[in-house]
């Protein structure tokens, strides 16, 4: 098992450089002049190109790029060119209202997607099958900007004063106040990934509920709530728990869009906010932050997915003796 | 055969006029009609029929497996007298398993792949053997597993991955059986997945359990071999329907039903002689096909004209011993054996 760990770490060097190269390239392609921005409009030619060489900016590319990941390997991700503060310290302040989004969403995810998809393939073809399939096919065709949109018209302009819909209130602050403000953007964030885990957990657990073992459990007389909640949910989720692995990931991306339409100081706020000003440093590291976030929770899953199944497991185990 | 059926004459399960319907394209179709069947203790019943005639169907049937929208239907299904038709869901689910157990064709799917073989067992135990102790079970778990000829000590917290499908098989086995009071033995295919070898060694198994504990048996097969190694009474399946009962030597002998003859004339000769095989043309009839007359006729080889295209066959009685047959030539069955001489 640490085996296993190890090389997936090792394996996700690569993607992590060959992500850095193409993220530090388009940035430095994207139109825009950090130095103009920081200098002024009304700055002389020679007071920006005095700007310019300051911030490295009159480089090449690669060379900019070389040092900028010599000092990532240093754990140092440079300043903002705003105010000057490190990168780490501005990502570390920003980290605790998107944390607590998309902890909100997966939470959302697992305690309505499961359950539903569980519903459906029980009631499979029947009504409330028929509504669930098609609630999730729209939960999973409309994206969360269009759902953040309606929820802030609904609660903003319709109702207002039922739920607050913008703005954020850190859970350690004011714990019904937070968890109110959070409600909406995560519900924004979760609705197409519900949708997706209901699908997955219905096909998956009609899948399993025609196994073999399952009527042997239904001969041996086994209880039926029993068997649908041990014999098959275990085996039913295993394809469930990747899918929501993934999603972690997701939920960083789609947070952008929902931090920015409920007005939520996360990182996704900080990356178009930094972007906007062409604050290289800090839009970097964001997209390193998340681009590293996200491997990582993929490899958590690959290892946790052979602790629940007893078979990969044993595969892992055979490789090392 | 090894035991004299005569010796056990209590009736232990009895079906009579069963009728299962499963939902078929938005349509109710009909896979088992009118089935009847009568297993005395230490009896083995083979069933048999080809993929589709409805054998599989008749097992679920019996142990109450089938959820709507599949129908079932009977003028009774009684283990030990005892209509289960009558019992509540919870007394069903003691008997499942209890009185009334069954074994699977295909044993490493029969087995949850998620946990060990060790709490497969224990969990049948808790809800079988509630007078056992539950520090007693493992010790319990062997002394099964040790009468199916496995050695289970260092390997109850094995998942069912890791051992043979023959093993496994076994372990089924000593699992539907773990219960002291059971009475009936269901097997669906019980060798279909293993080879050669292994399948000897498990109809020995089987055959040894009827003896030691009275076991009466009802064994899916489609493979006449079995059935004639295995069982003392035979009833012959068709698209749903019982076409042919008989005692296992009377079948191989004097079958009566074209199907059975055309079956028995299936299986090719050893040494063989060169000539073509024999294989019946056709194929079974779908389940929503009606089909007025004998479902058998568009197969027959001994096909007697209109009535067998438009009047139903009825399973009448044509001999002792309960021998029956579903065919329009049966009335005639002493005329039968002296025009066709045999089946090869």
Not at chain 2, 87 to 110: C, H, T, W, Y
């Amino acid at each position: 098992m640490l085996r296993l760990a190890v090389s997936r770490l090792l394996s996700a060097v690569p993607v992590l450089i060959l992500i850095s190269i193409v993220s530090f390239t388009l940035l430095r392609l994207a139109p825009g002049d950090p130095a103009l921005l920081s200098a002024g409009l009304e700055a002389s030619p020679e007071v920006l190109e005095r700007v310019r060489q300051s911030m490295r900016l009159d480089e090449p590319v690669w060379v900019q790029y070389w040092a900028w990941l010599s000092d990532l390997l240093r754990g140092d991700l440079g300043n903002s060119y705003s105010d000057k503060s490190p990168v780490t310290e501005v990502i570390a302040e920003r980290l605790p209202a998107t944390l607590q989004l998309s902890a909100a969403a997966l939470l959302l995810i697992v305690a309505v997607g499961v359950p539903m998809g569980i519903l459906s393939a029980l009631r499979a073809n029947r009504m409330a099958d028929q509504v669930i399939r098609v609630a999730s096919l729209a939960g999973v065709s409309v994206p969360n900007f269009i759902v953040a949109l309606l929820l802030v018209l609904l609660f903003g302009w319709w109702f207002p004063g039922l739920m607050p819909y913008e703005g954020f209130v850190p859970i350690t602050e004011d714990f019904a106040a937070s968890i109110q403000h959070i409600v909406l953007p995560a519900i924004a964030l979760a609705a197409p990934q519900v949708g997706l885990v209901a699908r997955m957990t219905r096909s998956s657990m009609l899948e399993v509920l025609g196994q073999d073992y399952i009527s042997a459990a239904r001969a041996m007389g086994v209880r039926e709530s029993v068997i649908v909640c041990r014999d098959a949910l275990r085996n039913a989720l295993l394809p469930v728990v990747t899918v929501l692995g993934v999603q972690i990931g997701y939920l960083l991306g789609g947070s952008v869009v929902v931090e920015t339409v409920f007005s939520i100081p996360g990182i996704g706020r900080l990356l178009v906010d930094s972007f906007a000003i062409r604050d290289y440093p800090v839009t970097i590291g964001v997209m390193m932050f998340i681009a590293i976030v996200f491997v990582l929770v993929n490899i958590v899953v690959d290892v946790l997915y052979g602790v629940i199944n007893p078979r990969i497991r044993a595969g892992y185990e055979a490789g090392r003796s | 055969m090894t035991v004299e059926p005569a010796a056990y004459s209590d009736e232990v399960l009895s079906v009579r006029g069963l009728g299962t319907r499963y939902a078929f394209q938005g349509a109710s179709v009909p896979a088992v009609r009118d089935f009847s069947l009568s297993v005395r203790e230490g009896e083995i019943v083979g069933l048999v029929g080809e993929s589709g005639s409805g054998k599989s169907t008749v097992l679920k049937s019996i142990l109450g497996m089938l959820k709507p929208p599949a129908e079932v239907t009977s003028d009774g299904i009684f283990l030990d007298g005892r209509d289960l038709r009558e019992v509540s869901a919870k007394e069903m689910r003691r008997i499942r398993g209890g009185r009334l157990a069954m074994v699977f064709q295909d044993p490493i799917n029969s087995f949850n792949p998620a946990w060990t073989i060790g709490n497969q067992f224990r969990r049948v135990l808790s809800l079988h053997c509630p007078h056992l102790h539950r520090r007693d079970y493992d010790a319990e778990i062997l002394r099964l597993l040790n009468r199916v000829g496995i050695d289970g000590r260092g390997k109850l917290n094995s998942y069912p991955f890791e051992f043979s499908q023959g093993q496994l098989q076994r372990i089924m086995i000593a699992v539907a059986c773990a219960s002291p009071d059971l009475r009936v033995l269901l097997a669906d295919e019980p060798t279909t997945s293993l080879d050669v070898t292994i399948e000897a060694q498990v109809l020995e198994l089987l055959r040894d359990l009827r003896e030691e504990r009275g076991l009466a048996m009802v064994l899916v097969t489609h493979d006449l071999s079995v059935v004639a190694e295995m069982c003392d009474k035979v009833v012959v399946m068709y698209a749903g329907r019982v076409v042919e009962v008989a005692e296992v030597h009377d079948l191989f002998e004097r079958p009566q039903h074209p199907y059975t003859r055309q079956l028995l004339k299936a299986i090719p000769d050893f040494p063989h002689d060169g000539r073509r095989l024999y294989a019946m043309r056709g194929a079974v009839p779908r389940l929503d096909e009606e089909v007025p007359g004998c479902t058998f006729a568009p197969r027959c080889d001994a096909h007697l004209g209109d009535v067998c295209d438009e009047v139903p066959p009825v399973l009448r009685e044509i001999g002792p011993d309960g021998r029956r047959s579903a065919c329009h030539k049966a009335n005639h069955a002493t005329s039968l054996e002296e025009t066709d001489d045999g089946v090869r």
